[in-house]
């Protein structure tokens, strides 16, 4: 299993700010993630954070607006650029962990980041 | 491709009743197929998994979830709805085993359960 905490838990913002988060895995992990959660809707993945190389980003989602660093295989932080109300979101990072093969890799979330903007 | 449908944006139920989330899928390979919760200000929690196996998973919290490959379902059940079941729940595939296969969720549903 994997535990992962975030921070901020939450923040208030005034727009054209900029806000980094930050997130911690208790275990090393390949594979690492950042999903955005628009309110009352559902997970759309932002990027995988890579270890040693720029991230992978999904369509819509560009490394501008949404830089990410993953120092190591613990650790990677997600920076919501130039801030506007649209961005108001839970972020929340993932990672995949499991011990082999057989469907046994589970993935995990944070407990979410709650930024709002103003 | 892969992808999930939550017909039910909202399910009410009383407490006591069954409850049923519905939850439908789309693979090209083996669906391995999950089911997460999210409660209020919380991040999402993990119930139950069908990777292989029976098609009746039991998962945490006294919920279990049906697997049915020729309806491509995979709704959540639990015989007594609690008052503290109320929370989101979302539905999710994995296209393989293969850890590069990241998951696809799908809207969610809104469960209330009403005293």
């Known amino acids: 299993s994997a535990v992962i905490s975030q921070k901020p838990s939450r923040d208030i913002c005034q727009r054209g700010t900029s806000l980094t988060i930050q997130c911690q895995v208790d275990s090393q992990v390949t594979m690492m993630f950042w999903y955005r959660q628009q309110p009352g809707q559902s997970l759309t993945l932002i990027a995988t954070?890579?270890?040693?190389?720029?991230?992978?980003?999904e369509s819509g989602f560009v490394i501008d607006k949404f830089p990410i660093s993953r120092p190591n295989l613990t650790f990677s932080t997600l920076t919501v650029s130039n801030m506007s109300p649209e961005d108001s979101s839970i972020y929340l990072c993932s990672v995949i962990a499991g011990t082999g093969g057989g469907g046994s890799y589970e993935q995990y979330f944070g407990p979410g980041t709650r930024l709002t903007v103003t | 491709a892969q992808s999930v449908a939550q017909p039910e944006d909202q399910v009410n139920v009383a407490e006591g009743n069954p409850l049923t989330v519905k939850c439908t899928y789309s693979v090209s390979g083996n669906p391995y197929l999950f089911w997460y919760v999210q409660y209020p200000n919380r991040g999402l929690q993990f119930l139950l998994k069908y990777i292989t196996g029976d098609n009746l998973v039991k998962g945490s919290y006294g919920f279990e979830a049906e697997f049915n490959k020729s309806q491509t379902s995979f709704h959540l059940k639990k015989p007594s709805a609690l008052v503290s079941d109320s929370a989101l729940y979302f539905c999710a595939v994995r296209d393989g085993i293969n850890a590069g296969n990241m998951l696809t969720f799908g809207g969610g549903t809104r469960l209330m359960v009403k005293p």
């Open positions: 954070a890579n270890q040693g190389s720029e991230a992978t980003y």
